[in-house]
């Protein structure tokens, strides 16, 4: 996809949205890793700073990486306080980053209470914020707890099954799916595809 395409993507997000909710999240997910989510979200977070009037913030949340300098993300959900260097500014404007912080447990994600309350305390100091979050099994209780959920799949790799593996293994609520993007798209897209494709 090019910078065009994620502009195009940015307004169709947006469209899907809770247009009265002045703090919306986001998550990026996919049905395991190494399907392109990280990039994905990286891309989004910076068309959709520009397409944003508030603050907006690109939040990293796979257990498996760990920000020894500062706290993040995993931190927030362990004590409930957020503290202003979790968040740091990007060379893009209007775009903060958090990291996963020192605290990553991937149990922690499957706190439904405590990610609710994290979330909540995100949303009094964005407008958006758009979670690059790890593969749909891992993802606990963000699908739930998020405005919507956009699910990346390459489509030369994965397999229908991988898919419906994942989701049944971490149903995301159909209200919050607000579809698929198809990374590394072939000429032929399989029909069982089209359905959740934006």
């Keep these: 996809m090019n910078d065009d395409a994620f502009f195009r993507l940015g307004l169709r997000l947006l469209s899907k949205l809770p247009a ?15 399907e392109g989510k990280t990039f994905v979200a990286g891309a989004l977070a910076q068309a959709m700073a520009a397409q944003c009037m508030g603050p907006v913030a690109l939040l990293s949340c796979s257990p498996d990486r760990r920000d020894a300098q500062g706290t993040g993300w995993f931190d927030l959900v362990h004590t409930g306080q957020w503290r202003d260097d979790m968040a740091r500014a990007t060379s893009t404007d209007n775009l903060s980053e958090i990291s996963p912080g020192t605290q990553t447990r991937v149990e922690t994600l499957f706190k ?15 407008s958006l914020v758009i979670i690059d979050g790890p593969s749909l099994p891992q993802c606990g209780a963000l699908p ?46 399989p029909e069982w595809l089209y359905r959740w494709v934006l």
């Excluded at 919306?24 to 890793?33: E, H, L, P, Q």
């Design 112 to 126: 439904p209470e405590a990610v609710r309350t994290a979330l909540h305390t995100l949303r009094q100091h964005f």
């Design 20 to 34: 009265e909710q002045t703090g919306r999240v986001m998550v990026v997910t996919s049905a395991r890793d190494g």
């Design 144 to 189: 739930r707890h998020a405005d919507g959920a956009l699910l990346v799949i390459n489509a030369k790799s994965t397999r229908r099954e991988v898919v419906q593996g994942a989701l049944a293994a971490n149903p995301i609520p159909v209200e919050r799916l607000l579809g698929t993007v198809l990374n590394q798209r072939p000429d032929y897209v």
